[in-house]
């Protein structure tokens, strides 16, 4: 579900991703976006091989995922990007995309889908078309990065508490939600961040940001 009007986003076919969410407006860093609603199910029950075109479940937790519904436009319209220009937040049990940076109008919203690193014997599982000059050619992160997203998951969650999910039912959305997310907090896996944003303090620590 956007969190932003209408008038800020629109759904166009892309040139080698199919489908993406592009801004028509521009959009300021750290605006919250959207929240990942869908339907809870169990994690373990997901078969991965019935989305050919597409990899649209959002992980939650080890136990439960969010499945969208795939008729509306939605944040899994996302794709995936090396130097994406949204990031995630986990607020009260649910997977906001909120953006990095100041997002300029025409520009495509994306998001990094997070996937585990992969140990390099095989060809990549799932390959990168992004496009950005970091690309690496796969969707899956590298160690570092991975496990510094572990970490931030770690700290997101503990602050949530714990969280109920009903299976089988779709997640309703919250009475409230936040307006923007410090996008600093998330410098460490935001390159783009130092790389591309226009005016934005491009200090980043640079702890993990070696890439
Ligand atoms: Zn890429």
Not at 7 to 16: F, G, H, L
Not at 58 to 63: I, N, R, V
Not at 115 to 143: I, N, Q, R, W, Y
Request: with cysteine; glycine share 8%; hydrophobic share 30%.
């Amino acid at each position: 579900m956007f969190l932003i009007s209408k008038d800020y986003w629109e759904v166009r076919e892309t040139k080698e991703k199919g489908r993406g969410v592009f801004a028509k407006k521009g959009i300021a860093a750290g605006t919250v976006v959207g929240d990942y609603l869908g339907r809870v199910i169990k994690t373990a029950e997901y078969d991965l091989d019935r989305d050919k075109e597409g990899l649209y479940l959002m992980y939650l937790t080890d136990e439960a995922s969010i499945y969208p519904d795939l008729k509306k436009p939605g944040l899994h319209l996302f794709n995936h990007s090396c130097e994406p220009n949204c990031w995630i937040h986990t607020y009260e049990g649910h997977t906001l995309f909120f953006a990095l940076r100041k997002i300029e109008p025409g520009e495509e919203l994306t998001i990094s889908y997070l996937f585990a690193p992969e140990d390099g014997t095989k060809p990549t599982a799932h390959v990168c078309k992004c496009g950005s000059k970091k690309c690496s050619g796969t969707m899956h992160l590298s160690k570092e990065k991975y496990e510094a997203w572990q970490e931030q998951q770690a700290r997101e969650k503990k602050k949530a508490g714990v969280v109920r999910f009903t299976f089988g039912k779709n997640l309703p959305r919250l009475k409230s939600y936040p307006k923007r997310i410090e996008s600093g907090d998330y410098a460490a896996f935001s390159s783009s961040v130092a790389s591309s944003a226009t005016g934005a303090s491009a200090s980043a620590s640079g702890s993990a940001s070696s890439a």
